[in-house]
């Protein structure tokens, strides 16, 4: 069973901050094979929060919410992942939903971004994301970005 959290920046422990970023590096730079600055001043800023997906005392699954303090600007979610050991049991889908929760909860009225790696498309769309942009290289690998409009009052 998956423990989630779904805490702000102020709320990241020593050890917690230091097991996402240890996951992120696993994954998108070792795996990957992709060399790029992960830790890149947004971690710990503004309205920031970070979903954490915890199994047996492990971080195994993981995403950044980044709020821009611009009015106009979506809410942006990123750096979605699943660990190598954690894959084929779907987290994926419940790391998007808790992700998808937090920004409804945090945001109701703002619209979701997300520049997604271009194979993972299907996925995406599964939660309302459509493509906004054509396919672009990103540190060697295609992407696309793809939004979601906030939900509308009932």
């Known amino acids: ?39 890149d001043g947004d971690d710990l800023v503004g309205e920031n929060r970070h979903i954490l997906g915890w199994k047996e005392g492990e971080l195994v699954a993981y995403a950044r919410i980044l709020k821009s303090e611009e009015p106009v600007d979506p809410v942006v979610i990123g750096r979605v992942i699943v660990s190598s050991k954690a894959r084929g049991e779907k987290l994926g889908y419940q790391l998007m939903e808790q992700a998808l929760q937090a920004c409804e909860k945090q945001w109701p009225d703002k ?23 054509p396919v672009y290289d990103e540190d060697g690998i295609p992407h696309i970005g793809m939004a979601r409009e906030a939900k509308q009052a009932k």
């Open 1 to 39: 069973m998956i423990e989630w959290q779904d805490l702000h920046h102020s709320e990241l422990n020593v050890p917690a901050l230091y097991a996402l970023l240890k996951l992120r590096c696993e994954v998108f730079i070792v795996e990957q094979t992709c060399p790029y600055q992960d830790i």
């Open 111 to 133: 619209a979701l971004y997300l520049g997604a790696q271009a194979h993972l498309q299907a996925f995406y769309a599964h939660f309302g994301f459509t493509p906004v942009t």
